[in-house]
């Protein structure tokens, strides 16, 4: 079982910069590939970011260039750097965990709420 708390959410200004944490625990970190997804309010949930356990990272075209995942292994946390904050980035970003070679092995984090407003 993993659990997985993100962290690092909150208000920010629209061109503004978050970095959002998520700490996973009760597993090898190094065998999951990690992920960030959002929900904005009365939408589907979409991949923003992911990451394999190896490190390569992958982003959707409506996001590259903005949005970064990073993780650190020896700290089992995934990170998300989001810089040049718009609006439409307002959503519940969650983490995600999938095992590297059991595809029906994953996690989700609760969510923590980003809101860009001026």
């Known amino acids: 079982q993993v659990q997985l708390v993100e962290s690092g959410g909150g208000l920010v200004q629209p061109g503004g910069s978050l970095r959002l944490s998520c700490a996973a625990s009760?597993?090898?970190?190094?065998?999951?590939?990690m992920a960030w997804y959002r929900q904005a309010p009365g939408k589907q949930r979409e991949l923003v970011a992911r990451i394999s356990s190896g490190g390569s990272a992958e982003y959707p075209d409506s996001v590259k260039g903005r949005f970064t995942i990073s993780r650190d292994n020896s700290k089992s946390m995934v990170y998300l750097q989001i810089n040049s904050l718009k609006p439409e980035d307002t959503a519940v970003y969650y983490c995600?965990?999938?095992?590297?070679?059991?595809?029906?092995?994953?996690?989700w984090g609760r969510g923590t709420q980003v809101t860009v407003s001026s």
């Open positions: 009760g597993a090898i970190f190094e065998n999951y590939a």
């Open positions: 995600y965990a999938r095992h590297r070679n059991y595809a029906n092995i994953n996690y």
